[in-house]
Structures are given as C-alpha cells and as structure tokens.
C-alpha cells in the first residue's frame, strides 16, 4: 500500500519530509512518498467572506488526483486555513472509509496563537492530525479516549493532549481492515 503527500500550495517542505518520516514508523507497512508537483489551491474552494477554504472541495480535487498516481491515498497538505459548514474551521478532513485525506498546517503553528515558534511541536502536532485523517480513510471513526489519535480535536489543546498513536482498541481495528501496522 502507497500514500502519496501531496503538497497543496506551497508548504514548507522540511516540515513535510519529517511528517513523512513519522508516517513510515507509525505505518511500517505502508510505503510513504512526497509527490514531486504540487498542486495548487482550488480558487473555487475559496470562501472569501470566511477567508478559509472549503475542506471538502479540496478533498474532491485530491480525489481526482489519486487517479493520476499509483498511490492507494492521497494526504494532501495545505497551509490554507480550512472549515466546513457548521464548524467554524477543520484541522482536516478525509474520506472514511477512501483514498483522500487533507490536514491544514496553518492553526498547527505555535505562532498561529501568538506562541513562539517550536519546530518539533509544529511537526508533533501536524503527524498527531496526518495519522488521525489517514485513520479515517482505512474507514476508522472518532474515538472517545482523549488521548487516542483518533479523537476528534476542535481545538489545539485537543490535539496537544492526544497521542500520536492509535489506542488499543482503534489500533485492533486497523488491524482488521488491513495491513499497514
Ligand atoms: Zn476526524
Ligand atoms: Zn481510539
């Protein structure tokens, strides 16, 4: 099994080699790889009164992307600020179960809240929401222990609080649906 990232607009691309690299370990099974074109945001995705973009709009783009690779996902990464109706924004979002994922690094920047920078915890937190959306697209839903992975964060400290990791019960359903563990 492949994932491919694909970069979405430009990303800072130190920050994806390292999420790559925690993906590898995380998924042993699984064949990581950056995309070498980026892809540009979706201007229809734009919402200019909200300043954010239209996650799944996005997430429809990449889809049409993973035809074009011989990857079986996609993990688009964005800085651009993302929302879907009724939430006033999303770290990320994925097909579940599918082929598409999208995080947004822009509300994962420590400076983002005025913090100072802190690479490593750029990288942590931006990994944490990687597996949580790649989660999805092997069809796994949110999971209420708040330090599973795959708790659904609406904050920062959410997301801070949560392990990299899958618990012991999302970790036997991985498992289950195939074999990237
Ligand atoms: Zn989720
Ligand atoms: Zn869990």
Redesign the pocket.
């Known amino acids: 099994m492949e994932l491919a990232i694909l970069r979405i607009g430009s990303v800072n691309s130190d920050v994806v080699h390292q999420v790559k690299q925690r993906l590898s370990e995380i998924f042993p099974k699984m064949v990581c790889v950056i995309l070498d074109s980026e892809m540009p945001i979706p201007r229809e995705a734009y919402n200019a009164k909200r300043k954010q973009f239209h996650s799944s709009r996005i997430l429809a783009e990449i889809n049409q992307h993973v035809e074009k690779t011989q990857a079986t996902r996609v993990l688009g990464i964005t800085y651009g600020d993302l929302y879907v109706p009724r939430l006033n924004f999303v770290f990320?979002?994925?097909e579940c179960p599918g082929k598409a994922a999208l995080i947004s690094l822009c509300r994962l920047e420590p400076e983002f809240y005025g913090d100072p920078s802190n690479i490593t915890l750029f990288v942590e937190r931006s990994v944490k929401e990687a597996v949580?959306?790649v989660g999805?697209t092997l069809g796994l839903a949110?999971c209420r222990a708040p330090t599973c992975v795959?708790f659904?964060s609406n904050s920062i400290l959410e997301t801070d609080r949560k392990n990299p990791s899958f618990c012991e019960r999302c970790r036997s359903l991985v498992v289950k649906y195939c074999s990237v563990l």
């Open positions: 990320g979002e994925a949580h959306e999805h949110h795959m659904f």
